[in-house]
């Protein structure tokens, strides 16, 4: 194994071992036990993490002297934001927002929105600001686990919450393919720059700050929704 091997497998194990997807409140949505109200809570308040993502996108193109890497990551922030052609995943999420019964004024305004996702949300941001090129990049590498949760997420709104109406899973099928290929950018880029020691420890430090960022996240959700 030559020590890029391990540095990868090193961002894998950070993955599998500390992911949102263990998270009780995700493993309930999958098993079909939230109800309702759980469920409005929890596209609501993640509407503001997506709303972050072109926000620290435009972040890290700054951060970029290479007109390669600016084109390339630039496709990120028209996913989000969609070209005028087709509707970016902002809009799928707020079609995902109406489909669980939620008001799109309401989802936009981020009226719903608890204090500690905000708190993490903005940590993201404001920690892509202050990290290198190489540790904001090697950040983004929660979507290498992003596709299996997506598909298993997709899968289990369709089977548990018939109630849902359609474009409820619009967003998560579109974004299995799109993280798929993100994520494989992301750590061909970080695994040719990432060559000493020092730099591999800063990326696997920042994967795992992002990886605590998520999961407060989802336990800020879990812990403030008051009915289901
Ligand atoms: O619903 C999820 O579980 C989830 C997780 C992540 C992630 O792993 O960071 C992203 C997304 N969704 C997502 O929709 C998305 O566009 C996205 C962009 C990024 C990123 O860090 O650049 N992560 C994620």
Same mark, same amino acid.
Request: aromatic content about 10%; charged content about 25%.
């Given at each position: 194994?030559?020590?890029s091997?391990a ?10 071992s ?9 493993? &309930?949505?999958? =098993? ?6 759980q469920?409005?809570?929890?596209v609501?308040n993640r509407f503001y993490? @997506?709303?972050?993502i072109?926000l ?6 700054a951060?970029? =002297?290479?007109a390669e890497?600016?084109?390339t990551?630039?496709?990120? %922030?028209? =996913? ?5 052609a ?6 799928l999420?707020l ?9 799109r004024g309401?989802v %936009?305004?981020?009226r719903? *929105?608890?204090?500690? *996702?905000?708190? &993490?949300?903005?940590?993201?941001v404001?920690?892509?600001a202050?990290w ?6 090697a950040?983004s590498?929660?979507?290498c ?7 298993a ?11 849902i109406?359609p474009?409820?899973?619009?967003y998560?099928?579109?974004? %299995? ?5 993100d ?12 060559i000493?020691?020092?730099? @591999? =420890?800063?990326c696997?430090?920042a ?6 960022i ?6 800020? %959700?879990?812990?403030?929704c008051?009915e289901?």
């Amino acid at each position: 194994m030559t020590s890029s091997d391990a540095f990868v497998a090193r961002l894998r194990e950070v993955g599998e071992s500390r992911y949102h997807h263990r998270h009780p409140f995700h493993v &309930a949505m999958h =098993e079909g036990t939230l109800g309702p109200a759980q469920l409005r809570h929890w596209v609501a308040n993640r509407f503001y993490y @997506q709303t972050r993502i072109p926000l620290k996108d435009a972040l890290i193109l700054a951060k970029s =002297e290479s007109a390669e890497f600016r084109r390339t990551w630039l496709r990120r %922030i028209r =996913e989000q934001d969609g070209d005028g052609a087709s509707d970016g995943g902002l809009e799928l999420w707020l079609r995902l927002a109406e489909a669980v019964g939620l008001d799109r004024g309401e989802v %936009i305004a981020h009226r719903r *929105v608890v204090p500690g *996702v905000r708190f &993490a949300c903005d940590d993201y941001v404001s920690s892509v600001a202050r990290w290198s090129l190489l540790e904001a990049v090697a950040s983004s590498l929660t979507e290498c686990f992003a596709p299996d949760l997506m598909r298993a997420r997709a899968a289990a709104w369709e089977r548990h919450y018939p109630w849902i109406g359609p474009g409820g899973t619009a967003y998560f099928r579109a974004r %299995i393919g799109a993280a798929r290929r993100d994520a494989d950018e992301a750590l061909s880029f970080v695994a040719a720059r990432a060559i000493t020691p020092e730099l @591999q =420890e800063q990326c696997v430090a920042a994967l795992e700050r992002k990886t605590d960022i998520l999961w407060h996240v989802v336990e800020s %959700i879990a812990t403030t929704c008051e009915e289901t």
